[in-house]
Protein backbone atom coordinates (compact mmCIF):
# COMPACT_ATOMS: atom_id res chain seq x y z
CA UNK A 1 0.00 0.00 0.00
CA UNK A 2 1.43 3.15 -1.00
CA UNK A 3 1.63 5.97 1.33
CA UNK A 4 2.46 9.17 1.02
CA UNK A 5 2.84 11.87 3.80
CA UNK A 6 3.56 15.57 3.05
CA UNK A 7 4.79 18.45 5.28
CA UNK A 8 6.87 21.93 5.31
CA UNK A 9 3.24 23.85 4.67
CA UNK A 10 2.46 27.10 6.72
CA UNK A 11 2.19 30.70 7.07
CA UNK A 12 4.75 32.78 4.93
CA UNK A 13 4.97 36.52 3.73
CA UNK A 14 5.33 37.44 -0.17
CA UNK A 15 8.75 36.83 -1.34
CA UNK A 16 9.15 34.20 1.34
CA UNK A 17 10.34 30.38 1.24
CA UNK A 18 9.27 27.12 2.40
CA UNK A 19 10.28 24.11 1.69
CA UNK A 20 7.82 21.07 1.12
CA UNK A 21 8.36 17.39 1.75
CA UNK A 22 6.88 14.28 0.78
CA UNK A 23 7.65 11.20 2.28
CA UNK A 24 6.89 7.82 0.83
CA UNK A 25 6.36 4.39 1.87
CA UNK A 26 5.32 1.23 -0.37
CA UNK A 27 6.93 2.70 -3.48
CA UNK A 28 10.12 3.55 -4.50
CA UNK A 29 10.56 7.63 -5.86
CA UNK A 30 13.59 6.21 -7.34
CA UNK A 31 11.77 3.63 -9.99
CA UNK A 32 9.17 5.82 -10.58
CA UNK A 33 7.64 9.28 -11.27
CA UNK A 34 5.71 11.92 -9.23
CA UNK A 35 4.59 15.14 -9.03
CA UNK A 36 3.05 17.91 -7.01
CA UNK A 37 0.14 19.95 -7.34
CA UNK A 38 -1.69 22.12 -6.05
CA UNK A 39 -5.39 23.22 -4.83
CA UNK A 40 -6.50 26.92 -4.56
CA UNK A 41 -10.00 27.39 -3.02
CA UNK A 42 -12.68 27.34 -5.62
CA UNK A 43 -9.97 26.75 -8.21
CA UNK A 44 -9.23 23.21 -9.72
CA UNK A 45 -6.07 21.08 -8.52
CA UNK A 46 -3.24 21.92 -11.43
CA UNK A 47 -0.03 20.38 -11.85
CA UNK A 48 2.94 22.19 -10.08
CA UNK A 49 6.02 20.40 -10.97
CA UNK A 50 7.45 16.94 -11.70
CA UNK A 51 9.91 14.45 -11.69
CA UNK A 52 10.76 11.08 -13.25
CA UNK A 53 12.39 8.69 -12.14
CA UNK A 54 15.70 9.75 -13.90
CA UNK A 55 14.99 13.15 -12.68
CA UNK A 56 13.80 14.72 -15.46
CA UNK A 57 11.94 17.85 -13.94
CA UNK A 58 8.86 19.72 -15.58
CA UNK A 59 6.97 23.53 -14.24
CA UNK A 60 3.74 25.20 -14.64
CA UNK A 61 4.82 28.71 -16.08
CA UNK A 62 3.66 30.38 -13.08
CA UNK A 63 6.36 28.78 -11.07
CA UNK A 64 9.54 28.60 -13.15
CA UNK A 65 12.38 30.13 -11.29
CA UNK A 66 11.06 30.31 -8.24
CA UNK A 67 10.42 26.36 -7.46
CA UNK A 68 12.25 23.63 -7.70
CA UNK A 69 11.38 19.63 -6.98
CA UNK A 70 13.80 17.11 -6.18
CA UNK A 71 14.00 13.83 -4.63
CA UNK A 72 16.55 12.25 -2.09
CA UNK A 73 16.44 8.54 -3.63
CA UNK A 74 17.75 7.19 -0.40
CA UNK A 75 15.26 8.65 1.77
CA UNK A 76 12.50 8.15 -0.63
CA UNK A 77 11.48 11.49 -0.12
CA UNK A 78 10.30 14.16 -2.55
CA UNK A 79 10.78 18.03 -1.69
CA UNK A 80 9.86 21.29 -3.41
CA UNK A 81 11.69 24.29 -2.63
CA UNK A 82 9.15 27.95 -3.05
CA UNK A 83 11.05 30.43 -3.14
CA UNK A 84 9.83 34.11 -4.17
CA UNK A 85 6.38 33.01 -2.84
CA UNK A 86 3.58 35.41 -3.87
CA UNK A 87 -0.34 35.61 -2.77
CA UNK A 88 -1.40 33.57 -5.85
CA UNK A 89 0.71 30.54 -4.74
CA UNK A 90 -1.70 30.04 -1.51
CA UNK A 91 -2.69 26.41 -1.78
CA UNK A 92 -3.10 23.20 -0.56
CA UNK A 93 0.01 21.09 -1.98
CA UNK A 94 -0.54 17.63 -3.01
CA UNK A 95 2.42 15.19 -3.25
CA UNK A 96 1.72 12.17 -6.25
CA UNK A 97 2.79 9.45 -7.33
CA UNK A 98 1.44 6.11 -8.93
CA UNK A 99 -1.91 6.93 -8.31
CA UNK A 100 -1.88 7.71 -4.99
CA UNK A 101 -2.01 10.91 -3.28
CA UNK A 102 -0.74 12.37 -0.08
CA UNK A 103 -3.30 14.32 2.75
CA UNK A 104 -2.10 17.58 1.38
CA UNK A 105 -0.52 20.73 3.19
CA UNK A 106 -1.35 24.10 3.31
CA UNK A 107 0.78 27.16 1.73
CA UNK A 108 -0.91 30.35 3.04
CA UNK A 109 1.28 33.68 1.93
CA UNK A 110 -0.04 36.62 3.24
CA UNK A 111 1.10 39.96 4.83
Known amino acids: QVQLVESGGGLVQPGGSLRLSCAAS????????MAWYRQAPGKQRELVAS???????NYVDSVKGRFTISKDNAKNTAYLQMNSLKFEDTAVYYC?????WGQGTQVTVSS
Open 51 to 57: ITSAGYT
Open 26 to 33: GISFRTNY
Open 96 to 100: YTFRS
